[in-house]
């Protein structure tokens, strides 16, 4: 049955999940206890601040006795699993602790705060982009399969083939400086002007700013989508079943949009849903040239400043972000396609 697919497949989903961050927290075990220690010497710096008359002797006693109470507290004196499993655990229950360098936008290091206002930034933007791209992909893609080899299939091809070749930060730079510094309509980056403005100003600041990225990702995409669209629109169509449809006078309208559609509806999911995750996670470059600041552009920052605990966090909320397209992928087709039987044995 279908509930038993899907709960196989979020299980399995999960424990995938599990062991990939067991195996990030252990490929990054050095580096973050390095930096780990490195915090509980500052916070020990910081606390006999505080003390005042202590002979030398009482000092360095009140540093041993802190530093040995830190370690514990933080299980550095675990053997070498026991801690990898502890940063596992506390990564899967969202508990990234402090950063080095970085902070948020209300000066906080928490990790947790500093990665989570990224990913609004990052999934407004990037989903937006892919709905448009979905929507005009599939409308040209179907326009195009319906005269194969017409002036408007011809055309699109070719720009298709011109337009997917050209590297995304060329591109983006092209329209930047097109827009920003010949006509002066938008800005050259980021998400608000300086000083930030208030009340409804607030949204139309961040409208103005997504304007120029999200322009450039749909030029970028929809192109790709409709070739391919048209493409398996295209085999749909000399099936048996479309062709009876046309032979008993259902609308031609009603044939694309209906019958064909609903087969077509799998592979497009996948096409929309994977390119949107990997969009997601890989867009360090396209984020760096808007000066974004979505979880590409801190995952940039974090490698930059060498800071471990938000590079992790980054890490783990992308590859917790692709998991999560592939169980809802993995869903959407079994309940898509009438031709699997989820869950059935040949």
């Known amino acids: 049955?279908?509930?038993?697919?899907?709960?196989?497949?979020?299980?399995?989903?999960?424990?995938?999940?599990?062991?990939?961050?067991?195996?990030?927290?252990?490929?990054?075990?050095?580096?973050?206890?390095?930096?780990?220690?490195?915090?509980?010497?500052?916070?020990?710096?910081?606390?006999?601040?505080?003390?005042?008359?202590?002979?030398?002797?009482?000092?360095?006693?009140?540093?041993?006795?802190r530093r040995a109470s830190l370690i514990k507290?933080?299980?550095?004196?675990?053997?070498?699993?026991?801690?990898?499993?502890?940063?596992?655990?506390?990564?899967?229950?969202?508990?990234?602790?402090?950063?080095?360098?970085?902070?948020?936008?209300?000066?906080?290091?928490?990790?947790?705060?500093?990665?989570?206002?990224?990913?609004?930034?990052?999934?407004?933007?990037?989903s937006v982009a892919a709905a448009i791209n979905i929507a005009l992909g599939i409308f040209l893609g179907l326009k195009q399969a319906q005269r194969p080899g017409g002036k408007l299939?011809?055309?699109?091809?070719?720009?298709?083939?011109?337009?997917?070749?050209?590297?995304?930060?060329?591109?983006?730079?092209?329209?930047?400086?097109?827009?920003?510094?010949?006509?002066?309509?938008?800005?050259?980056?980021?998400?608000h002007s300086v000083p930030t403005p208030t009340?409804?100003?607030?949204?139309?600041d961040m409208v103005w700013h997504i304007i120029l990225p999200l322009f450039t990702l749909i030029v970028l995409g929809f192109w790709g989508t409709s070739y391919v669209t048209r493409n398996i629109v295209l085999g749909i169509l000399q099936e048996d079943y479309i062709?009876?449809?046309?032979?008993?006078?259902?609308?031609?309208?009603?044939?694309?949009?209906?019958?064909?559609?609903?087969?077509?509806a799998p592979p497009l999911m996948t096409m929309a849903i994977l390119g949107l995750l990997g969009s997601i996670?890989?867009?360090?470059?396209?984020?760096?040239?808007?000066?974004w600041p979505g979880l590409g552009n801190l995952y940039w920052i974090a490698v930059q400043q060498n800071d471990v605990p938000v590079l992790l966090a980054d890490l783990a909320i992308t590859v917790g972000l692709y998991q999560m397209g592939l169980i809802l992928l993995d869903l959407i087709y079994g309940f898509l396609d009438p031709r699997i039987k989820v869950g059935g044995k040949a």
């Open 1 to 65: 049955m279908y509930k038993w697919f899907a709960a196989k497949r979020i299980l399995k989903g999960v424990a995938i999940y599990a062991i990939i961050i067991f195996l990030l927290s252990a490929l990054f075990n050095t580096v973050s206890e390095t930096t780990q220690r490195s915090q509980i010497e500052e916070q020990i710096r910081l606390e006999q601040t505080k003390l005042k008359n202590l002979l030398p002797a009482q000092l360095m006693a009140f540093q041993a006795e």
């Open 73 to 126: 507290q933080y299980k550095l004196d675990r053997p070498f699993i026991e801690r990898i499993v502890f940063r596992t655990i506390d990564i899967l229950t969202l508990n990234f602790g402090k950063s080095m360098n970085i902070k948020s936008s209300k000066g906080e290091r928490d990790v947790a705060s500093i990665v989570g206002e990224t990913i609004p930034r990052s999934l407004i933007l990037f």
């Open 153 to 191: 299939d011809r055309t699109t091809s070719l720009v298709t083939m011109i337009v997917y070749g050209m590297p995304v930060w060329w591109l983006a730079m092209i329209i930047i400086m097109f827009f920003v510094y010949t006509l002066k309509l938008f800005p050259s980056g980021g998400i």
């Open 199 to 204: 009340g409804i100003m607030y949204f139309l």
């Open 243 to 264: 062709m009876a449809a046309r032979a008993r006078g259902i609308p031609e309208n009603k044939v694309l949009f209906g019958h064909t559609m609903r087969t077509a």
């Open 281 to 291: 996670g890989g867009a360090i470059v396209f984020e760096g040239i808007f000066s």
